[in-house]
């Protein structure tokens, strides 16, 4: 008797379009999981100090290919503070450091304590992307402690995102890692120059993951998961099929005693199965033809670069996520996924 052969799906070789690589030896640990899946990716400023100037990110950018090859290609990112420099911007970009640049609120994740303290700040350099035109990535949170940690993105929305599109009509705007509804509808209700990404963990889990079984620190990330209700709309947008949705794994490894301490970091580590992890979404919503789309297709429109000319081919056969990879806990750790990376 025959055995049937496991369903396949091969797409082009998809782009992730939002990724904490680290620095040192945590750069080295985790880099070549992302480089496994992805041809490129959107490299996240945050390091310690963070990355202000076209010769740190160079610096960096090197660092990277290391640690990946030279057959992965970092796409760096200026990281914003109140004092950026709209010429130091321009210069970058020219030569082909940068690619976008990221405003993180002050406070509002890992990292960000240079941050921004007022958009308005940085209308200047915001003005300069505009005319270049060089992306802004917005983490899309307020700060404010009296409001509540689950609604920081909806007012968001109100009190930033809804000006910073009308002032600045003809700047791309990428609308980084959304966790609600609102923020879904936002991005499809906004012009084609406003794009958003989309997290795996944020397609699978709501904010109960948190919660289960005691305080799980491995299911904290910024934004935070958030109700049930968001994680479906969410989930909606990245298979509706519009080009708004892209690949952004947000991926952000911390070592095991940094995330269960007493003060856990904020990230999930994603890399080693993102894929996977996305196309069981994709598969449970009845969208595989729009996979390829999702992945591979609309995040390198939305940024005006070409598409990958390689593949890659996903297998309907399940593979066991590890409790841990060296000193980081994955996301999925302990599960099964249905489908497996093969080439």
């Known amino acids: 008797m025959e055995t049937e052969a496991p369903m396949r799906l091969t797409i082009r070789r998809p782009d992730d379009w939002h990724?904490?690589?680290?620095?040192?030896?945590?750069?080295?640990?985790?880099?070549?999981?992302?480089?496994?899946?992805?041809?490129?990716?959107?490299?996240?400023?945050?390091?310690?100090?963070?990355?202000?100037?076209?010769?740190?990110?160079a610096a960096y950018r090197e660092r990277i290919i290391a640690a990946t090859g030279a057959d992965f290609e970092p796409l760096m990112t200026c990281y914003l503070a109140d004092d950026a420099a709209p010429d130091e911007l321009a210069r970058g970009h020219a030569e082909g450091v940068w690619v976008a640049a990221k405003l993180y609120p002050a406070h509002a994740t890992t990292n960000s304590a240079?941050?921004?303290?007022?958009?308005?700040?940085?209308?200047?350099?915001?003005?300069a992307m505009q005319r270049i035109g060089m992306p802004l990535l917005v983490h899309g949170e307020?700060?404010?402690?009296?409001?509540?940690?689950?609604?920081?993105?909806?007012?968001?929305i109100e009190r930033t995102m809804t000006g910073l599109v009308r002032d600045f009509a003809e700047l791309k705007i990428v609308?980084?890692?959304?966790?609600?509804?609102?923020?879904?509808?936002?991005v499809a209700d906004a012009g084609p120059l406003v794009g958003a990404t989309i997290t795996p963990q944020h397609l699978h889990i709501n904010r109960n993951a948190i919660f289960a079984?005691?305080?799980?620190?491995?299911?904290?990330?910024?934004?935070v998961a958030k109700r049930e209700q968001h994680r479906l709309a969410i989930r909606a947008a990245a298979v509706s099929g519009s080009p708004k949705f892209f690949l952004g794994t947000d991926s952000a490894p911390h070592a095991i005693d940094r995330k269960e301490a007493a003060c856990g970091c904020?990230?999930?580590?994603?890399?080693?199965?993102?894929?996977?992890?996305?196309?069981?979404?994709?598969?449970?919503?009845?969208?595989?033809?729009?996979?390829?789309?999702?992945?591979?297709?609309n995040g390198p429109r939305f940024y005006g670069l070409p598409f990958n000319e390689g593949t890659v081919t996903l297998e309907q056969t399940a593979v066991q996520v590890p409790e841990r990879i060296g000193d980081v806990v994955p996301f999925h750790a302990g599960e099964t996924l249905r489908w497996s990376l093969v080439g």
Do not use: K, W
Request: one cysteine or more; proline letters at 7%; a negative charge.
């Open 266 to 297: 904020a990230g999930i580590f994603n890399a080693p199965y993102a894929l996977e992890s996305y196309v069981a979404v994709f598969e449970e919503e009845g969208a595989l033809d729009r996979f390829e789309a999702f992945a591979s297709e």
């Open 19 to 57: 990724v904490h690589l680290r620095d040192g030896a945590m750069l080295n640990a985790v880099a070549p999981y992302t480089a496994r899946q992805f041809a490129r990716a959107i490299v996240m400023p945050n390091l310690v100090p963070p990355v202000t100037t076209a010769e740190a990110a």
């Open 175 to 186: 609308f980084e890692h959304i966790t609600t509804a609102e923020a879904a509808q936002f």
């Open 114 to 127: 240079h941050g921004v303290t007022d958009v308005r700040n940085i209308y200047p350099a915001l003005e």
């Open 213 to 223: 079984g005691g305080i799980n620190p491995h299911a904290y990330c910024l934004p």
């Open 142 to 156: 307020v700060t404010d402690p009296e409001v509540d940690i689950f609604d920081r993105e909806a007012v968001f």
